[in-house]
């Protein structure tokens, strides 16, 4: 006959393995978002030193180089490939739009207030890829996208009056965002995570480069770029560094603990960032802004749910 206490048993320690990973996942997930919103309140701190889109690109040239380095280290030369290269490209291209515009809109408004609305993407990319690619998408969820839209309005509602049209900017980068979510999905499998991440630093590094000589040359005032002081350097090295290190653990957990689990932990970076903005920069969100920021979070956890459907 067989055993059933030790069937019992067996099944007990899975389930017990199994909630573990999940734990395990979550509090990865939890420390790798943290960790970039972390490297957002660094960005923020060089604010008025050196312009948005130098920032960016030095940012980008540092993690690049260093992300080569990684890569020769682990993989050695045979680990430079480049596969599908139009698609490579887009990846960067759309990296290089949502730097420079997200970095640019946390200069002129609040932490919060940025990174809120750059929560759009996951929604946007929904909307975007039901209109090019015909892919089905329910009244529900073309639902929860007004509603978010309507979310992005009232969080913007002072930046705009303040700021004009470059209160858009957020949205600027959550489009971009969304592109090279669409972009990710067309490369995954075609090379390690480690020349994924080295690939579309390395693209996106010369645009953004070529973007910050651009503002230089106009003659614009506050795009001129002089020699960057420590405090830039420092800022944009551990961003670099921090950055790579928080997209490995947001990898690692959801190995350990599935897509699913994961996804919801990205809405920690909202809460990083309000609390960076009033400690550090002293800005205090109005409960006008909480509510849109709350109806865009509630309308991104809709999508999630509908998606497992």
Same mark, same amino acid.
């Given at each position: 006959?067989?055993?059933?206490?030790?069937?019992?048993?067996?099944?007990?320690?899975?389930?017990?393995?199994?909630?573990?990973?999940?734990?395990?996942?979550?509090?990865?997930?939890?420390?790798?978002?943290?960790?970039?919103?972390?490297?957002?309140?660094?960005?923020?701190?060089?604010?008025?030193?050196?312009? $948005?889109?130098?920032?960016? &690109?030095?940012?980008?040239?540092?993690?690049?180089?260093?992300?080569?380095?990684?890569?020769?280290?682990?993989?050695?030369?045979?680990?430079?490939?480049?596969?599908?290269?139009?698609?490579?490209?887009?990846?960067?291209?759309?990296?290089?739009?949502?730097?420079?515009?997200?970095?640019?809109?946390?200069?002129?408004?609040?932490?919060?207030?940025?990174?809120?609305?750059?929560?759009?993407?996951?929604?946007?990319? *929904?909307?975007?890829? &039901?209109?090019?690619?015909?892919?089905?998408?329910?009244?529900?969820?073309?639902?929860?996208?007004?509603?978010?839209?309507?979310?992005?309005?009232?969080?913007?509602?002072?930046?705009?009056?303040?700021?004009?049209?470059?209160?858009?900017?957020?949205?600027?980068?959550?489009? $971009?965002?969304?592109?090279?979510?669409? *972009?990710?999905?067309?490369?995954?499998?075609?090379?390690?995570?480690?020349?994924?991440?080295?690939?579309?630093?390395?693209?996106?590094?010369?645009?953004?480069?070529?973007?910050?000589?651009?503002?230089?040359?106009?003659?614009?005032?506050?795009?001129?770029?002089?020699?960057?002081?420590?405090?830039?350097?420092?800022?944009?090295?551990?961003? &670099?560094?921090?950055?790579?290190?928080?997209?490995?653990?947001?990898?690692?957990?959801?190995?350990?603990?599935?897509?699913?689990?994961?996804?919801?932990?990205?809405?920690?970076?909202?809460?990083?960032?309000?609390?960076?903005?009033?400690?550090?920069?002293?800005?205090?969100?109005?409960?006008?802004?909480?509510?849109?920021? $709350?109806?865009?979070?509630?309308?991104?956890?809709?999508?999630?749910?509908?998606?497992?459907?």
């Amino acid at each position: 006959m067989p055993d059933n206490s030790s069937s019992k048993a067996e099944g007990s320690a899975s389930a017990d393995a199994r909630r573990s990973d999940v734990a395990a996942g979550m509090a990865y997930a939890l420390a790798g978002f943290a960790l970039l919103s972390g490297g957002d309140g660094l960005i923020k701190s060089t604010s008025g030193e050196w312009p $948005g889109m130098a920032v960016a &690109a030095l940012r980008f040239t540092i993690g690049a180089v260093g992300l080569g380095i990684v890569l020769l280290l682990v993989e050695g030369r045979e680990g430079f490939r480049f596969p599908l290269p139009r698609v490579q490209l887009a990846r960067g291209f759309f990296l290089a739009v949502a730097t420079l515009t997200f970095f640019t809109s946390i200069f002129l408004m609040p932490l919060a207030t940025a990174v809120s609305i750059q929560f759009m993407a996951p929604l946007l990319t *929904a909307a975007i890829s &039901a209109l090019l690619y015909r892919e089905r998408l329910s009244r529900g969820r073309w639902l929860a996208t007004l509603v978010a839209f309507i979310g992005v309005i009232i969080v913007l509602r002072p930046s705009f009056a303040e700021l004009g049209w470059a209160a858009l900017l957020p949205l600027a980068a959550a489009f $971009g965002m969304s592109g090279l979510m669409m *972009a990710n999905a067309r490369a995954a499998g075609s090379g390690s995570v480690l020349l994924m991440q080295f690939i579309v630093a390395a693209i996106a590094a010369p645009i953004l480069l070529l973007a910050a000589a651009i503002g230089h040359f106009s003659g614009y005032p506050p795009l001129q770029i002089g020699w960057p002081t420590q405090h830039v350097v420092l800022v944009c090295t551990v961003v &670099a560094v921090s950055a790579s290190f928080a997209h490995m653990l947001i990898y690692t957990a959801t190995v350990r603990g599935s897509a699913a689990v994961v996804a919801p932990m990205v809405y920690v970076q909202i809460l990083v960032a309000i609390g960076l903005g009033v400690v550090f920069y002293q800005d205090y969100p109005d409960l006008v802004a909480l509510g849109g920021t $709350g109806i865009i979070i509630a309308s991104g956890i809709y999508l999630l749910r509908d998606g497992r459907k």
